[in-house]
């Protein structure tokens, strides 16, 4: 595909997208100074609105087409989705369930064990894996979602984003002042992590052509009340990462710029970017085992690991060129042969129930 049909702003989106979780997972949760926690706080809700933005790129295209077959949409999310989703939670469960275990069980344990812990979400030393079970919650309900969304007005539409970001921000701050509504709000089903997934279409249709400076001011607000929050009223801060309407700001405001200021077709970037953003989702999948297991004791080994700031971008960096290599490699070898090993199951029993039809 040419870079003129590619949107490559996406590309550099997802790009600094797996590169931002990756650097949250190498901040240590300690500090030892000041600096070093005014760095991390600064830092952190810049890095966490990627989260997010991960969400508002699946919605931005799932909300928009694509969901018109029902069951080849769910067909294709299975092949994309759930299939290396279990791939790589079969690597973390060997690792920490064979290769480490000192007592060993039989194949079948193993298989029981591993079948629970997949749809349990209990794989050991799996904390990022909670992403994945939301994100195939919203994609089960994309299909309808998107007609939901189409029905709408723009009109229509920001009232429910209104809506949403309210009912949220409800949720986030009243029970720091002794109001805690979560009993009152909990049948309401347009909360959590749904906002980020309807928010990438709602901000692409409503306001993709618009003026990016509001919304920088906007982000740039969120960004300097959760510092605020953090400095001065740290008895306030549960909730403020994730769905805070703050983040959210901040959130829209990153997303928007990409939207607006990020299509830029350098081929050399464009095209490494195109190959990162294809991989993106294995290097999300790996990078935790990468990181624990090989990145950060190799800057153990070295001086770095005596200075804050360098050792996380080392550690960063050097588990994303890792799980790079380990995305390809794995996606072209045990990914592969699941998915044909699926479409071929998949051609059998369609051609199985034409012949009955036609019989």
């Excluded at 949220?168 to 709000?185: K, N, R, V």
């Excluded at 309401?188 to 980020?196: N, R, V």
């Excluded at 052509?209 to 008895?235: D, E, H, W």
């Excluded at 993106?280 to 990468?290: A, F, N, P």
Aim: glycine share 8%; with cysteine.
């Amino acid at each position: 595909m040419g870079l003129r049909k590619r949107e490559v702003k996406y590309d550099y989106l997802r790009t600094f997208a797996v590169f931002a979780i990756i650097m949250i997972h190498a901040i240590p949760a300690e500090t030892l100074n000041y600096r070093q926690w005014l760095f991390s706080a600064a830092l952190l809700p810049v890095l966490l609105s990627f989260v997010g933005i991960y969400f508002m790129l699946s919605g931005l295209f799932l909300l928009k087409s694509g969901t018109e077959d029902i069951p080849g949409f769910y067909y294709s999310r299975f092949q994309t989705i759930f299939i290396p989703f279990a791939c790589y939670s079969g690597i973390y469960y060997w690792y920490y369930e064979i290769y480490l275990r000192e007592e060993p069980l039989k194949w079948q344990e193993h298989l029981a064990a591993f079948g629970k812990g997949l749809f349990t979400g209990t794989i050991p030393m799996t904390p990022h894996l909670w992403f994945m079970y939301v994100i195939m919650a919203l994609y089960l309900c994309a299909p309808f979602l998107a007609r939901m969304m189409k029905a709408m007005s723009d009109r229509d539409l920001k009232i429910f984003l209104a809506l949403m970001v309210i009912v949220q921000g409800i949720c986030t701050y009243f029970p720091s002042f002794g109001l805690d509504m979560g009993g009152s709000l909990q049948y309401m089903i347009f909360k959590g992590w749904l906002i980020y997934f309807v928010l990438g279409y709602a901000l692409k249709r409503l306001y993709g052509n618009s003026r990016y400076l509001p919304f920088g001011i906007l982000g740039m607000a969120g960004f300097c009340i959760t510092m605020v929050q953090k400095c001065f009223t740290p008895a306030f801060t549960p909730g403020i990462h994730d769905l805070a309407p703050t983040m959210i700001a901040i959130a829209a405001a990153v997303f928007l710029f990409f939207e607006r200021f990020g299509d830029i077709k350098t081929p050399v970037l464009a095209k490494a970017a195109g190959h990162i953003s294809r991989y993106s989702y294995s290097i999300y999948l790996i990078h935790y085992l990468v990181l624990g297991q090989a990145a950060r004791e190799l800057v153990e080994k070295t001086f770095i690991r005596h200075y804050y700031v360098p050792r996380i971008l080392c550690e960063t960096v050097l588990t994303f060129l890792i799980s790079l290599a380990a995305a390809w490699i794995i996606d072209g070898t045990i990914g592969k042969l699941l998915k044909k090993a699926v479409d071929r199951v998949w051609y059998r029993r369609n051609k199985n129930r034409r012949r009955g039809l036609n019989g």
